[in-house]
């Protein structure tokens, strides 16, 4: 397959593992001719324009959270994938640098949860970003150790998923962020979903040798609501395949402020992250050079203007690495979670997984993240 476009995997026992292996081969490099690249609207035969409501956000609420007016985002669905939303970066110039510090500086505080506690003291945790400044600010080279923040893999937000058990659970939640609960709301219901409730979040961080493996989401107990996705820093390519495993993935990529929406047929088809790339030219401008541009904050703005000594940090730290943020509505509306007698509740301590840090085994059929912080890959399996 050395050569040969991934497009030529046919479906069939795993189908899904063989075009994750070939995206995530360095050497020699994938042919990424088959990607498709919802921001140059190629391939057009597979691309469609999604229908967006522009109605259900206005100008005012849209520009509060840094995006632009609804009408002029880029919306795509995916011929074959229906339910699927690609926006192709909606974020007004200058506004994603508040985006990235909060995924950077203050999603990682207490009481929010992160890979670095499952070995570490709460105490040795609490200021990830203070700790990391200095190490952040040295000029690269074999620095060693590595910072808290490069050491970091995935954050949760809200009702926090255990790794281990595949759940969430209504003791263990902490309050979701109200500007992420804003601009996941305000996304979805321009998607046709009002009422989304933010009340679960993932942030993965990945470095440029990370991957993530193939899973379906579908922890959350109730499906009829959209998972949510947003992606910052380096592009990646995003593998979306089917129901089932041997459905072969259409590959795509992943730039800074694209976000993506899965709905309807398209909420628990397997998907995965093969593969982290430097950001194209013209994407790189759009989050690392127009920092802290915002200067015309409305008085009612949910943003804030990142201080430069701040944006030094992100900057050098997303020259090698990805964010991405996924935002999940766990319970329906009057739905609660199951009873589970207490003796088979595992408790946070027993807690070890995760999908950042481990090599990628896609055999088995579960996702699970591991309490390393050092290895380079996120790991889930499912079904
Ligand atoms: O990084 C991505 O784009 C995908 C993340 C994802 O699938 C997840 O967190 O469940
Ligand atoms: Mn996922």
């Not at 391939?43 to 002029?72: M, N």
């Not at 110039?93 to 990235?100: A, C, L, M, T, V």
Request: overall charge neutral.
């Amino acid at each position: 397959m050395a050569k040969m476009a991934a497009s030529m995997v046919e479906s069939g026992e795993d189908a899904f593992r063989k075009v994750f292996k070939f995206y995530k081969r360095r050497n020699p490099p994938p042919d990424f001719s088959d990607v498709v690249d919802f921001s140059r609207g190629l391939p057009s035969d597979k691309i469609v324009k999604a229908k967006l409501d522009p109605t259900a956000v206005s100008d005012v609420e849209a520009a509060r959270i840094g995006l632009q007016p609804v009408r002029d985002w880029r919306a795509f669905g995916l011929q074959g994938y229906p339910g699927f939303i690609f926006i192709s970066n909606p974020f007004l110039p200058g506004s994603q640098p508040f985006w990235i510090r909060q995924c950077l500086k203050t999603y990682p505080q207490k009481p929010n949860v992160c890979n670095l506690d499952m070995h570490m003291s709460p105490s040795e945790t609490q200021d990830i970003w203070g700790q990391s400044v200095r190490g952040l600010s040295t000029p690269s080279g074999k620095r060693e150790p590595r910072t808290l923040l490069e050491r970091l893999r995935w954050v949760t937000l809200g009702y926090h998923y255990n790794w281990d058990t595949k759940t969430y659970s209504s003791n263990h939640h902490t309050a979701f962020p109200a500007d992420l609960h804003s601009l996941s709301s305000k996304v979805t219901a321009a998607c046709g979903f009002p009422g989304f409730t933010a009340e679960a979040g993932i942030l993965n961080y990945y470095r440029s040798d990370s991957s993530l493996g193939i899973h379906v989401d579908e922890s959350e107990l109730d499906h009829s609501r959209p998972l949510l996705s947003f992606s910052f820093g380096q592009s990646a390519i995003f593998l979306l395949g089917g129901t089932h495993r041997q459905d072969a993935p259409t590959a795509m990529f992943m730039h800074s402020g694209d976000m993506m929406v899965m709905s309807g047929q398209s909420r628990l088809l397997y998907h995965a992250v093969p593969r982290i790339l430097p950001a194209p030219e013209g994407h790189t401008a759009s989050f690392l050079d127009l920092c802290c541009s915002v200067s015309h904050l409305q008085d009612s703005s949910v943003l804030e203007s990142v201080p430069e000594e701040d944006w030094k940090v992100c900057s050098r730290y997303l020259q090698s690495s990805r964010l991405n943020v996924t935002v999940r509505q766990v319970l329906g509306p009057g739905q609660s979670f199951p009873e589970i007698p207490t003796a088979h509740l595992k408790t946070d301590a027993g807690q070890t997984a995760g999908y950042h840090d481990e090599h990628v085994e896609q055999d088995s059929g579960k996702r699970k993240r591991s309490s390393s912080c050092d290895s380079a890959e996120l790991q889930t399996n499912h079904l």
